[in-house]
């Protein structure tokens, strides 16, 4: 049976530590193989001088590029600014129901807001990022709940009211999600 992975890939430097943090967290959380592949170069493609920032859907579209055959989902890190053309700043971006997200580190770090740097509130709110954006690729929208991983969170302070997990409803609806890729599957390997 062909087990299709979700994918980490790493936008510029992105430490080790976050990106084997991620995978630890995100086999807890999703039925399916966890993979990293190796780091692209920063995305100098999406950057818009007079914002000093990143276009976030213009990463979106080459991150999907980077998915392997037996790929699920992709999840794209970054440690650059993004944001779209009607929002100032986002902390990642999905493809709702497809393929590809990707999460940026830069607004979650402690330091960005001029504050001593903690790496375990980073990796904290990088795991509830990456979950968060990978539920979209799996057709989940914002939950009113702002205890879910799938809250809408406005700035970091909402990020660390969540949980890095899904509250009862979005996990009935994430289960059908998987129950539908897990038949596809079996469906592929019988072809």
């Given at each position: 049976?062909?087990?299709?992975?979700?994918?980490?890939?790493?936008?510029?430097?992105?430490?080790?530590?976050?990106?084997?943090?991620?995978?630890?967290?995100?086999?807890?959380?999703?039925?399916?193989?966890?993979?990293?592949?190796?780091?692209?170069?920063?995305?100098?493609?999406?950057?818009?001088?007079?914002?000093?920032?990143y276009h976030?859907?213009?990463?979106?579209?080459?991150?999907?590029?980077?998915?392997?055959?037996?790929?699920?989902?992709?999840?794209?890190?970054?440690?650059?600014?993004?944001?779209?053309?009607?929002?100032?700043?986002?902390?990642?971006?999905?493809?709702?129901?497809?393929?590809?997200?990707?999460?940026?580190?830069?607004?979650?770090?402690?330091?960005?807001?001029?504050?001593p740097r903690?790496?375990?509130?980073?990796?904290?709110?990088?795991?509830?990022?990456?979950?968060?954006?990978?539920?979209?690729?799996?057709?989940?929208?914002?939950?009113?709940?702002?205890?879910?991983?799938?809250?809408?969170?406005?700035?970091?302070?909402?990020?660390?009211?969540?949980?890095?997990?899904?509250?009862?409803?979005?996990?009935?609806v994430l289960?059908?999600?998987?129950?539908?890729?897990?038949?596809?599957?079996?469906?592929?390997?019988?072809?």
């Open positions: 049976m062909m087990n299709r992975a979700i994918y980490i890939l790493p936008i510029g430097k992105i430490r080790e530590e976050i990106i084997e943090g991620v995978k630890s967290e995100l086999v807890k959380v999703f039925p399916f193989p966890i993979k990293i592949l190796s780091e692209i170069p920063n995305p100098a493609y999406a950057f818009d001088a007079t914002r000093g920032q976030s859907t213009k990463i979106l579209r080459e991150v999907a590029n980077y998915l392997p055959p037996d790929g699920l989902k992709i999840l794209g890190i970054t440690d650059v600014d993004l944001c779209t053309p009607v929002l100032t700043f986002v902390f990642g971006e999905a493809q709702l129901g497809g393929k590809a997200c990707v999460i940026s580190l830069t607004r979650l770090r402690q330091e960005y807001y001029a504050l903690k790496d375990t509130l980073l990796l904290n709110r990088v795991v509830k990022e990456a979950i968060h954006e990978l539920g979209h690729t799996l057709g989940l929208v914002h939950c009113s709940l702002r205890e879910c991983v799938m809250a809408f969170a406005p700035d970091v302070l909402g990020i660390d009211q969540k949980l890095p997990q899904f509250c009862s409803s979005c996990r009935k289960n059908k999600m998987i129950e539908i890729f897990k038949g596809e599957n079996e469906m592929a390997d019988l072809g």
